[in-house]
C-alpha cells in the first residue's frame, strides 16, 4: 500500500514539472537582461576668470564643442605636448572644427596669473582661452571634472614645484556635456578622427 501511494506522489510530481516547463503561462517570466544608460559624471557648474579678467562660468561651453585641458603652464612635459595635441588636431579635423574651443584650465593658481597664462598660450592654438580663478574656484572646477592635481611629494615650500595631475582632454557637445575624454597616450590623429566623426557625422 505504501509503495503504491509513494508511486502515486511520483507520477503526480512528474507531471506539475512536466507542465511547468512545457507550459508558458505556469513559468516565472525570464529577467529583463540590464541596459545601463545615462551620461558619465563629469563636468558641470563652475566659475572662473580668463586672462582679461572676465569672469566665466560652464555657460561658456556652450554653441561649441570645447576640448579642455587641466594643465599648468610651469609643466615640463605632459601639458605643452596636450596642448600642442589640441592645436594640431583641430587643424587636421579640418573645416569641420573651426568652432571648436580649446579651454586651458590651470591647476597651479598660486604662479598662474593671467598674464603667465596668455604669454604661454601664444605658442599654441590662437583661439585657445585660458582660465585661472582662486583656489576654491579651481578645486571646485577639478571636482566637477574629476581631476586630480596636487603638489608632488616634496614640492612643499619650493618655487620651482612641480603638480602630479590628471592628464586627461575633455570634449564637450554644444549644450556643454560630456562627450569623450582622451588619455595622455592618445595623439592628435586620435582626437582629430573623433572630432570629425562629432562634428560631421555621415
Excluded at 24 to 35: E, Q
Excluded at 54 to 71: A, C, P, Q, R
Excluded at 148 to 157: C, D, H, L, M, R
Aim: charged share 20%.
Amino acid at each position: 500500500m505504501g509503495k503504491r501511494i509513494l508511486l502515486a506522489l511520483m507520477i503526480a510530481a512528474g507531471t506539475v514539472l512536466i507542465l511547468i516547463l512545457y507550459l508558458p503561462g505556469m513559468r516565472s517570466p525570464p529577467k529583463p537582461a540590464i541596459t545601463v544608460t545615462g551620461q558619465a559624471a563629469i563636468g558641470g557648474p563652475f566659475t572662473l576668470e580668463d586672462t582679461k579678467g572676465n569672469v566665466v562660468t560652464e555657460k561658456m561651453l556652450e554653441g561649441h564643442y570645447t576640448l579642455i585641458y587641466f594643465g599648468y603652464t610651469f609643466c615640463p612635459d605632459i601639458c605643452p605636448l596636450a596642448l600642442q595635441y589640441v592645436t594640431q588636431a583641430i587643424q587636421m579635423a579640418g573645416p569641420v572644427a573651426d568652432d571648436v574651443l580649446p579651454l586651458f584650465i590651470t591647476i597651479d593658481p598660486e604662479r598662474d596669473t593671467k598674464e603667465v597664462i596668455s604669454t604661454y598660450l601664444g605658442h599654441f592654438h590662437p583661439r585657445m582661452v585660458g582660465l585661472t580663478g582662486t583656489p576654491e574656484q579651481i578645486r571646485a572646477a577639478e571636482s566637477v571634472y574629476r581631476v586630480y592635481a596636487s603638489k608632488s611629494a616634496g614640492s612643499e615650500g619650493k618655487a620651482d614645484y612641480l603638480m602630479d595631475h590628471t592628464g586627461y582632454i575633455y570634449l564637450t557637445d554644444r549644450e556643454g556635456r560630456y562627450v569623450a575624454h582622451f588619455p595622455k597616450d592618445a595623439t592628435a590623429q586620435d582626437i582629430a578622427t573623433r572630432l570629425r566623426r562629432e562634428l560631421n557625422p555621415k
